[in-house]
Each structure stands twice: as C-alpha cells, then as structure tokens.
C-alpha cells in the first residue's frame, strides 16, 4: 500500500489524505489521490468517513497540500485501525 499523508481541518471535524496513484494507466504522468472525510466520534476511536476522492496531478497536488497548512490544516498520523 502507497504511504499516506494525513491533513485535519483547525476544528477537528474534516481530514485530507494524499496518496499517490501507484497503478498510473499511462505510465507516464503520475498523480495523487486526495480523499476528503468527515471525523465521526472523537479523532482516534474510529476511522473517518471518506466523502470524497479526486486524482489530480502530483503539482497540483503539492499546491493544495501547502495551500491547506498556509489555511491552518495540520499535519496528522493514522492512529486508527
């Protein structure tokens, strides 16, 4: 499985991960998913309830990454199972 990076939003209610797209169909161009989920319990009791997937190129991306942490997203670890 592609190593994950994990984003939540400043009131601990709405996470992003970044994953990259290892299965690339044209071989060529490489691009990151990016899921958008909602936390449901408190942060570590149980997984977040992914809402949303994109694939955008490895750029954009990038930009979106450091656009989100510029707007107050953290950083986070998966913590659970």
Avoid: H
Avoid at 15 to 35: Q, T
Avoid at 42 to 54: F, I, Q, R, S
Wanted: charged fraction near 30%; avoid cysteine.
């Amino acid at each position: 499985m592609a190593k994950s990076y994990w984003l939540i939003n400043s009131n601990r209610s709405e996470v992003k991960r970044f994953m990259k797209n290892d299965k690339s169909i044209d071989g060529f161009f490489e691009y990151m998913f990016i899921d958008t989920g909602k936390i449901v319990g408190g942060l570590g009791n149980k997984p977040p309830v992914m809402t949303n997937t994109v694939s955008v190129e490895i750029d954009l991306a990038r930009e979106i990454y450091e656009r989100l942490l510029s707007k107050g997203w953290r950083k986070i670890e998966k913590n659970w199972n």
